[in-house]
């Protein structure tokens, strides 16, 4: 059974449904000139944006305001305790935005679930979040912290056999040329 609720921020003008679907409310609104004109209920046609997820156009007060479809069922049917700031589709599938195949997630949590399920290349992580990653974030600070050149101990060959890496490696994180979100 199909169930809606207001859209939040658009109460009395928009409503959206447990299966995903989009409608305006029927009402009355005030042309330019002044006039009043009946607008009658109906579900929106959605659109697809550049990433594959559904968005719909919500108008308020004269500005016209882009939402994605799944993150306005998650704000009306599933409660957000923990503020987790994405919503996830369980089965991967974008274009799925019932209620039962959304949840809220952490940046790291859609990650690795986009992982697992292969819909990302983990080779495109970055960081420690790359599958092929050999060293930490921590590990990157400490090469940085105490790397001096051509010290038997800290220099380039010392921390390149201690970590296991290259020591062209080493190079490029001592001059930033990777791991630049380390700081």
């Known amino acids: 059974m199909e169930i809606w609720k207001n859209v939040t921020g658009f109460e009395g003008l928009y ?7 989009v409608k305006s409310l029927g009402r009355y609104r005030e042309r330019k000139d002044g006039l009043l004109i009946k607008v009658k209920e109906k579900v929106l046609m959605v659109r697809t944006d550049s990433k594959g997820y559904e968005k719909v156009d919500l108008t308020k007060g004269g500005k016209r305001k882009t939402v994605l479809v799944h993150r306005v069922v998650a704000q009306a049917f599933i409660p957000n305790s923990n503020n ?8 991967g599938n974008k274009k799925n935005n019932k209620v039962s195949n959304l949840e809220w997630n952490t940046i790291s949590e859609n990650i690795k679930h986009a992982h697992e399920t292969g819909l990302i ?46 020591q062209n490696a080493i190079s490029k994180i001592v001059n930033y040329k990777t791991w630049r979100g380390v700081i």
């Open 84 to 91: 987790k700031p994405q919503v996830n589709h369980k089965d």
């Open 121 to 166: 290349n983990s080779s495109l992580l970055k960081g420690e979040e790359n599958i092929n990653a050999k060293l930490s974030e921590m590990q990157i600070r400490y090469i940085r912290e105490n790397y001096i050149p051509k010290d038997r101990e800290f220099g380039t060959r010392a921390l390149s056999k201690q970590y296991g890496v290259s």
């Open 15 to 21: 409503q959206v449904s447990n299966i995903g679907r």
